[in-house]
């Protein structure tokens, strides 16, 4: 059943009676002002595994803002492919059209696609679409549910203090936090960011403590430059990375080692090295039994 658009493409494409020369495998994911979501890539990944089972050699252009120096729009050569397949997302507008154009001379498929209006001419260049919705016939399953995909990563969760004036010219929360952030934008992880601040009328934040601590407890690991992110991380047992923000250490540090907990690092001693053995440590087993020696759940 997971295959059903996946087979139903390669049929199509088997329809002109021989099998593509090479294939520029496209999406939304391709154009440089798209976007790449995650079922996109995931239909990519599904629409790409199928090629290979069947024979059919192929690239994919990728966005250059997504992933620079991959084959995209802009250096993949129209001559070099016979087939161009676009997969996912609604078939509609300039973008898309424009493919028709740059790739007049290849037979053009979109499958795993949604027909916004069938006499769009983005649509209608299209020599054959099998589409996932917009068409009348039954909905297919979208391509992202039965896509080949690797083992889940951590989920991190991310407690950032970026006030606290009272700590005057020690404050380094600004580079502090831009350094946090830029090493973990290199790791591999579900990151999430989190807020202690409570409020009533605003979705994104929890109401309750108790909100915040169901929040908290399902996360694989805590990095925070906050107090209470480290203390409330350790009472669900979360294993927490604790940076104090401030020169010569202040309440983070104090709080660390009244909870005897060995992941804290200084302002002046924030390196992404330092930041990697923490993270190895965390998410080990020692570091996971420590964490649950301070759970209180």
């Known amino acids: 059943m997971h295959d059903e658009v996946a087979d139903a493409a390669l049929r199509a494409l ?6 593509p020369r090479r ?3 496209t999406g939304w994911f391709s154009f440089h002002d798209g976007e790449a979501t995650a079922g996109d890539v995931l239909a990519q990944a599904h629409m790409s595994a199928a090629l290979a089972r069947a024979g059919v050699p192929h690239d994919t252009a990728w966005s250059p803002g997504f992933r620079p120096g991959a084959l995209s729009l802009e250096t993949a050569d129209p001559g070099a492919y016979d087939t161009l397949l676009f997969v996912c997302g609604p078939v509609y507008g300039p973008q898309v059209a424009a493919l028709h154009d740059t790739f007049r001379s290849c037979r053009r498929l979109a499958a795993g696609v949604s027909v916004v209006d069938p006499a769009d001419p983005a649509a209608t260049g299209f020599h054959t679409v099998v589409a996932r919705d917009g068409t009348g016939a039954p ?3 979208d391509l ?3 896509a080949p995909a690797g083992s889940p990563p951590p989920v991190a969760g991310v407690v950032l203090a970026l006030g606290q004036g009272e700590y005057g010219g020690r404050r ?4 502090v936090s831009d350094r946090i952030t830029g090493w973990l934008a290199g790791k591999d992880c579900a990151r999430v960011p989190a807020e202690t601040r409570l409020a009533t009328g605003d979705w994104r934040l929890c109401a309750t403590a108790e909100q915040f601590l ?3 407890a399902r996360f694989d690991v805590l990095v ?3 107090l209470h992110g480290l203390v409330l991380a350790l009472r669900t047992g979360t294993p927490v990375i604790a940076v104090d923000p401030v020169a010569g250490g202040a309440k983070v540090s104090a ?3 009244a909870l005897d907990w060995p992941a804290l690092v200084a302002a002046d001693a924030l390196t992404p090295r330092i930041l990697d053995h923490w993270w190895e440590w965390a998410l080990s087993e020692a570091g996971r039994t420590a964490a649950a020696c301070h759970s209180m759940g």
């Not at 380094?172 to 580079?175: D, F, P, S």
């Open 144 to 146: 992202a549910a039965g």
């Open 14 to 19: 088997r329809g002109s009676g021989r099998s």
């Open 214 to 216: 169901a929040l908290v």
């Open 255 to 257: 709080q660390a080692r």
């Open 139 to 141: 909905a297919r399953l």
């Open 224 to 226: 925070t430059t906050r």
């Open 23 to 25: 294939l520029l495998l």
């Open 172 to 175: 380094r929360h600004t580079e």
